[in-house]
């Protein structure tokens, strides 16, 4: 005998499994300090590829002002502000991952909850309804 519940259970179990529980199961498999850190790493070394990127287009853009002014400026000081302004472009890129990871991995932790919740009451329609057939 069909049961419209438990048809019903089934079918939004499978599509959270086909759509974004691949995603948070991925997730859920790493303790949280370990996924945050990781994903703040990966931005981290993005920043910093993104920053020498464009450091480069910055500075290939007037190259030749760039050579003439090369004599004239403290290269030491020019040093200092270039790491300055890398220092601050990663602490605040950091700090946005770190954010939006915190936020990404929360959300799946707790999607990944009321799959869980979902699987036992459907294991709990199947222990019933065996129940009642077999009159166990």
Not at 92 to 103: E, F, G, K, L, N
């Given at each position: 005998m069909l049961n419209e519940k438990r048809i019903i259970l089934m079918t939004k179990m499978a599509s959270y499994e086909a759509n974004e529980g691949k995603r948070n199961v991925a997730i859920g498999s790493y303790f949280r300090t370990?996924?945050?850190?990781?994903?703040?790493l990966k931005s981290i070394i993005s920043a910093t590829i993104a920053f020498v990127v464009v450091f480069g287009m910055y500075i290939f853009y007037d190259f030749e002002l760039f050579m003439t002014d090369i004599y004239k400026m403290d290269l030491l000081e020019f040093a200092r502000a270039v790491f300055t302004r890398y220092l601050w472009t990663i602490g605040v890129y950091a700090v946005i991952s770190y954010v939006v990871y915190t936020v990404r991995y929360s959300r799946a932790v707790k999607s990944l909850r009321v799959y869980q919740m979902n699987l036992r009451k459907l294991s709990d329609m199947y222990k019933q309804s065996n129940t009642q057939v077999y009159g166990k």
């Amino acid at each position: 005998m069909l049961n419209e519940k438990r048809i019903i259970l089934m079918t939004k179990m499978a599509s959270y499994e086909a759509n974004e529980g691949k995603r948070n199961v991925a997730i859920g498999s790493y303790f949280r300090t370990d996924y945050i850190g990781w994903q703040v790493l990966k931005s981290i070394i993005s920043a910093t590829i993104a920053f020498v990127v464009v450091f480069g287009m910055y500075i290939f853009y007037d190259f030749e002002l760039f050579m003439t002014d090369i004599y004239k400026m403290d290269l030491l000081e020019f040093a200092r502000a270039v790491f300055t302004r890398y220092l601050w472009t990663i602490g605040v890129y950091a700090v946005i991952s770190y954010v939006v990871y915190t936020v990404r991995y929360s959300r799946a932790v707790k999607s990944l909850r009321v799959y869980q919740m979902n699987l036992r009451k459907l294991s709990d329609m199947y222990k019933q309804s065996n129940t009642q057939v077999y009159g166990k």
